[in-house]
T-cell receptor
Framework: NAGVTQTPKFQVLKTGQSMTLQCAQDMNHEYMSWYRQDPGMGLRLIHYSVGAGITDQGEVPNGYNVSRSTTEDFPLRLLSAAPSQTSVYFC???????????FGPGTRLTVL | GEDVEQSLFLSVREGDSSVINCTYTDSSSTYLYWYKQEPGAGLQLLTYIFSNMDMKQDQRLTVLLNKKDKHLSLRIADTQTGDSAIYFCAETYQAGTALIFGKGTTLSMSS
């Protein structure tokens, strides 16, 4: 198993550009989520999904969209990037109701 | 809403014990977690404790849970250079599977 994969590893955007951060898992996990990590702020939950076709907002959803058309993929979309979205983004997956979440390696995004 | 608080920095001498403290707000959390993040790396699950337990020991790690005070601690015995990292406490979000993290405690070695 590849586990949780994220692409790209690094990305630089200009303000106003759009892009999609990709996340995929091959463990047949129902649950997937996106977090952002900023210095001194820890990880904050952006959006999560408990299964295909079901998504919900976390702590900091504004400026981000998600969809879950398949169990394996959970892309995160920035429709109009802002400098405040400069961060490291982590995707995670888990079997619902279990104690272990698996984190991807992260995507480092810079918005100029 | 949910909130997890931790002190930001801890400095210990090699060989001493480290104790990292955390307070949380959601009493319905089923599990409480400790994650470790080394520089430039992702998150590694260190250990977790089920909410009906008071203590869990795993080699050099001891987790203590005080549900009444909503206080969680992680003790690392015989702290080594390789333990230098940021340690995050986390609770479950709205009793589900998503996690709410503290801001992280940076553990470093003092000379």
């Amino acid at each position: 198993n590849a586990g949780v994969t994220q692409t790209p590893k690094f990305q630089v955007l200009k303000t106003g550009q759009s892009m999609t951060l990709q996340c995929a898992q091959d463990m047949n996990h129902e649950y997937m989520s996106w977090y952002r990590q900023d210095p001194g702020m820890g990880l904050r939950l952006i959006h999560y999904s408990v299964g295909a076709g079901i998504t919900d907002q976390g702590e900091v959803p504004n400026g981000y969209n998600v969809s879950r058309s398949t169990t394996e993929d959970f892309p995160l979309r920035l429709l109009s990037a802002a400098p405040s979205q400069t961060s490291v983004y982590f995707c995670a997956s888990a079997t619902l109701g279990t104690d272990t979440q698996y984190f991807g390696p992260g995507t480092r995004l810079t918005v100029l | 809403g949910e909130d997890v608080e931790q002190s930001l920095f801890l400095s210990v001498r090699e060989g001493d014990s480290s104790v990292i403290n955390c307070t949380y707000t959601d009493s319905s959390s089923t599990y409480l977690y400790w994650y470790k993040q080394e520089p430039g790396a992702g998150l590694q699950l260190l250990t977790y404790i089920f909410s009906n337990m008071d203590m869990k020991q795993d080699q050099r790690l001891t987790v203590l849970l005080n549900k009444k005070d909503k206080h969680l601690s992680l003790r690392i015995a015989d702290t080594q250079t390789g333990d230098s990292a940021i340690y995050f406490c986390a609770e479950t979000y709205q009793a589900g599977t998503a996690l709410i993290f503290g801001k992280g405690t940076t553990l470093s070695m003092s000379s």
